[in-house]
């Protein structure tokens, strides 16, 4: 049961261009998102999050993008870089509902590739 | 200032052993969590400890596995009886507080092999 889905396995862009990552999720109890990076060997490092309360939050070249009426988020990476490369993970919890405070739901990835 | 310490990165056990695998979280940090990614997937929830507590252990296996945060020392995760479909990464994840809201450090990850 698959609650965060990333569609998109692999997404290769040019340095310089605009990488825009998809993610939909099917709980609509899900309030705070958050996007992690994650490097071979390594584990996942935190990129940037956002509330339900805001449809969108920026930090320098990345920026979420929330649709709650789609279920559907996006990270936009402007420009990419070649130290971009790596697999992207969204993931979704449930910060108001007790029983699963703590717990992440992550979707499968999306490996990005940043070409010269 | 160390951040979350796994150990160890790599192990290797014969299916029927017994794994072991420790996370050290971020000093001030009380609440650790476990994950398990395996090959092409993304990471799946176990378990959420603070000291001397389990507080959701919903996504474990019911059986052969088991989680510990003690009062002193790292959390561990307990694997008893191994078979080859346990071979995953498994992350542990610290946080000051309780919600993804006070935001999680992962550590490196324990990359566990049944051979």
């Known amino acids: 049961d698959q609650q965060v889905k990333q569609n998109s396995p692999s997404l290769s862009v040019q340095e310089g261009r605009i990488s825009i990552l998809n993610c939909d999720y099917t709980?609509?109890?899900?309030?705070?998102f958050l996007w992690y990076k994650k490097y071979p060997a390594e584990g996942p490092t935190f990129l940037i999050s956002?509330?339900?309360?805001?449809d969108k939050n920026e930090d320098g070249r990345f920026t979420v993008f929330l649709n709650k009426s789609a279920k559907h988020l996006s990270l936009h990476i402007v420009p990419s870089q070649p130290g971009d490369s790596a697999v992207y993970f969204c993931?979704?919890?449930?910060?108001?509902?007790?029983?699963?405070?703590?717990?992440?739901?992550f979707g499968r990835g999306t490996q990005l590739t940043v070409w010269p | 200032n160390a951040g979350v310490m796994q150990n160890p990165r790599h192990l290797v056990r014969r299916r029927g052993q017994e794994a072991r695998l420790r996370c050290s979280p971020m000093?001030?940090?009380?609440?650790v969590y476990w994950y398990r990614q395996l090959p092409e997937e993304g990471l799946k929830f176990m378990v959420y400890?603070?000291?001397?507590?389990?507080?959701?252990e919903s996504g474990m296996p019911k059986e052969r596995f088991s989680a510990e945060f003690p009062k002193e020392g790292p959390s561990i995760l307990r694997i008893q009886q191994v078979v080859r479909g346990d071979s995953a990464a498994y992350f542990c994840?610290?946080?000051?507080?309780?919600?993804?809201?006070?935001?999680?450090?992962f550590g490196s990850g324990t990359r566990l092999t049944v051979v």
């Open positions: 994840a610290s946080s000051p507080g309780q919600g993804a809201g006070y935001g999680y450090t």
């Open positions: 993931a979704a919890s449930a910060l108001n509902r007790g029983s699963t405070l703590g717990r992440l739901y």
């Open positions: 000093k001030g940090h009380s609440h």
């Open positions: 400890l603070q000291k001397e507590n389990i507080i959701d």
């Open positions: 709980n609509s109890m899900f309030d705070y």
């Open positions: 956002i509330s339900s309360i805001k």
